[in-house]
């Protein structure tokens, strides 16, 4: 599995996987408008429109006029002036263009930060919520993404889709049924599935090698089983504010569970100094037999490791257990990487505004996995051709070195893996579209299921898209304090019962400024 904090392929060859467009026409000439606008507003057909855009890049960046851009501009009469960065260097050389007042048409940010809203508070950029329904791809977005975008009320930047599946609990099926166990349903089955993993033999090898949770640093994974027991703002005080998810009743159990395992030996014992790589480790390798996954975010390589390892091993997907208050789901991911933003400037040339729209409405339709093949000529158009820009291969299509100057869609103002507008994240089947061993999509396809059986009420973090000041200047050291109080707890350094004092420490330390800022902008969203 890759990191928690990033979920990224780390090139674009990763668009593949899971992106790309719907049906339309494919053929050279500029469309007469959208094919999934309203119509409204199209921009002029015989005027030839110089667009200029900047944006990030993780290996290797498009040339800046490649063949994609030729297409662009035989299909949409659109020339693109592109600029691509180093993902690494993007933000430092965005903040010095933006400081110039001299912003590109279109610009692709990472992320809602500090920056996005101090650029949209001085207006640097184009408000867009005129437009939000003259686009297919716009509408299908739901309100709980836009309005993590919102800056005094307006939207200033369209999100790029990305999965809304979390992480989820998963355990090794073959020690449960070694050990006569049931997957577990609550906390404490999970805690006593966890210490017979380590007491009772479950490899049956004779050996006392075995254990249940794998951990590693900063508590890691934190084994949320549904929102309530989540990092997010779920839960409220006794005054009916919103409180983060780390100092909640939620956390306090699963805390209070990794605490009783640890004591029996059943979590990983040096887990604060192991880094993720480490921890990963722990399960692939066969020792522990509780750990985390998700249908879009594993490595393949560790999984058919383990079963390099044990080739008898099979992992079951936990379900979502149900909250004290009823509840049965995920908390929501944040359903985006990265946003498009388009200049202030433009505003006195809608028909510019309408074209920019247009191509990237195009480049975000979703084309389902049994479709993106040569027979789709929006797919193969999108990716430089079959035989120029892609191959396919065992059914897949697979770019071909160079590709990303060949094909269109590397150029159409969204740079990340997942571009498209899915109707819901089971339409991805990551199953079947990111994994190629199937013993490894069995398994994905197996999370895949748990998640449309047993999310039941998903949960949106309403504090999302809520800029704070206190949480800006001192949310690292907030973080830094409560992972080392908790890791305190899981190993007896410092006992569970003093949880409240926990929490009372860590609201005067800037905490309970955090929870009143985000608050009153929650409250101020909601009017």
Same mark, same amino acid.
């Given at each position: 599995m890759r990191k928690v904090q990033k979920w990224r392929y780390g090139s674009w060859f990763g668009i593949l996987a899971l992106t790309l467009a719907a049906c339309s026409s494919g053929g050279g000439s500029a469309p007469s408008e959208s094919p999934h606008s309203t119509g409204e507003g199209a921009p002029e057909q015989d005027r030839v429109y110089d667009i200029s855009f900047m944006g990030y890049s993780y290996a290797k960046f498009p040339e800046p006029n490649g063949a994609g851009v030729q297409a662009i501009r035989e299909k949409f009469s659109a020339n693109i002036d592109s600029q691509f960065i180093l993902n690494s260097d993007f933000n430092s050389k965005l903040s010095v263009v933006m400081a110039s007042g001299d912003m590109p048409d279109v610009v692709h940010i990472s992320a809602n930060d500090s920056n996005y809203y101090k650029w949209a508070k001085q207006g640097a950029f184009l408000p867009l919520d005129e437009y939000l329904d003259q686009f297919e791809t716009f509408r299908n977005v739901p309100?709980?993404?836009?309005?993590?975008?919102?800056?005094?009320?307006?939207?200033?930047?369209?999100?790029?889709?990305?999965?809304?599946?979390?992480?989820?609990?998963?355990?090794?099926?073959?020690?449960?049924?070694?050990?006569?166990?049931?997957?577990p349903t609550n906390y404490q089955e999970l805690l006593e599935v966890a210490i017979a993993f380590t007491k009772d033999d479950p490899d049956q090898n004779g050996r006392d090698d075995t254990y249940g949770f794998a951990m590693g640093e900063n508590a890691s994974p934190d084994y949320a089983a549904g929102a309530y027991w989540s990092g997010g703002w779920y839960h409220k005080d006794d005054e009916g504010n919103y409180i983060p998810g780390v100092i909640g009743p939620g956390k306090r159990e699963v805390i209070e569970t990794l605490a009783e395992a640890y004591k029996h030996g059943a979590v990983t014992k040096d887990f604060a100094v192991l880094n993720w790589a480490q921890a990963n480790k722990e399960f692939y390798s066969g020792k522990a037999g509780i750990f985390i996954g998700t249908p879009s975010g594993m490595v393949e390589e560790y999984y058919l490791g383990l079963l390099e390892v044990n080739p008898e091993a099979r992992l079951t997907s936990i379900p979502h257990f149900v909250a004290p208050d009823g509840s049965q789901g995920r908390l929501l991911n944040q359903g985006y990487f990265g946003l498009t933003t388009l200049s202030a400037e433009l505003k006195n040339d809608p028909d510019k505004v309408l074209k920019i729209l247009e191509i990237l409405d195009y480049g975000r339709q979703f084309i389902p996995l049994e479709e993106r093949n040569p027979d789709n000529e929006h797919f193969d158009w999108l990716m430089g051709g079959e035989g120029?820009?892609?191959?396919?291969?065992?059914?897949?299509?697979?770019?071909?070195?160079?590709?990303?100057?060949?094909?269109?869609?590397?150029?159409?103002?969204? &740079?990340?893996?997942?571009?498209?507008?899915?109707?819901? *994240?089971?339409?991805?089947? %990551?199953? =079947?579209?990111? !994994?190629? /061993? $199937? &013993?490894?999509?069995?398994?994905?396809?197996?999370?895949? *299921?748990?998640?449309?059986? %047993?999310? =039941?009420?998903? !949960?949106? /973090? $309403?504090?999302?898209?809520i800029f704070s000041e206190v949480h800006a200047q001192k949310g690292a050291e907030l973080s830094q304090y409560i992972v080392g109080e908790i890791t305190k707890m899981i190993s007896g350094q410092r006992p569970v019962e003093e949880w409240d004092a926990m929490v009372e420490e860590w609201k005067a330390r800037g905490g309970a400024d955090w929870i009143r800022e985000i608050n009153e902008g929650i409250k101020e969203r909601s009017s």
């Open positions: 309100d709980s993404i836009w309005d993590q975008f919102r800056v005094d009320g307006q939207i200033y930047s369209i999100p790029m889709y990305a999965p809304t599946y979390s992480f989820s609990n998963v355990v090794r099926q073959d020690w449960l049924d070694n050990l006569g166990l049931e997957v120029v820009g892609y191959d396919m291969i065992d059914g897949k299509a697979v770019p071909k070195p160079g590709a990303e100057s060949i094909a269109p869609i590397g150029y159409m103002f969204q &740079r990340e893996e997942y571009r498209p507008t899915a109707p819901n *994240d089971e339409a991805n089947q %990551y199953s =079947k579209a990111v !994994y190629n /061993d $199937p &013993r490894m999509q069995e398994f994905i396809s197996q999370i895949e *299921d748990m998640e449309a059986t %047993y999310n =039941k009420t998903p !949960y949106a /973090d $309403p504090s999302r898209g």
